[in-house]
């Protein structure tokens, strides 16, 4: 088993920075990816961004050039840099944890953390 605590959400006001972070414990693969997701109230989840185990990111088009994504895989973390946040950057925040579901397994399982919101005013 895998948990993932998340720390770092608050309130912030447009055009201000948020930095999120999660700790994963447990079960952990060196291969695996990381990432981001998040969920505005009654809307789907989303991907934010994404980062492998060797540092290869991706980014949701609404957030690139804002958003960054880095992790410390010695620590088991990976971070989220949030700038130039805007009222519609509001939402829950997940952070994901995606690796085989054992070693040498072509399927992968996903994992999530519990959430913690952010909250952009104008």
């Known amino acids: 088993q895998v948990q993932l605590v998340e720390s770092g959400g608050g309130l912030v006001q447009a055009g201000g920075s948020l930095r999120l972070s999660c700790a994963a414990s447990g079960n952990i693969f060196s291969n695996n990816n990381m990432g981001w997701y998040r969920q505005a109230s009654g809307k789907q989840r989303d991907v934010v961004g994404t980062i492998t185990s060797g540092g290869v990111t991706n980014y949701a088009d609404s957030v690139k050039g804002r958003f960054t994504i880095s992790r410390d895989n010695a620590k088991n973390t990976v971070y989220l840099q949030m700038n130039s946040l805007k009222p519609e950057d509001t939402a829950v925040y997940y952070c994901?944890?995606?690796?085989?579901?054992?070693?040498?397994?072509?399927?992968?399982?996903?994992?999530w953390g519990q959430g913690t919101q952010v909250t952009v005013s104008s």
């Open positions: 994901n944890l995606r690796q085989p579901s054992y070693i040498g397994s072509t399927s992968w399982y996903n994992y």
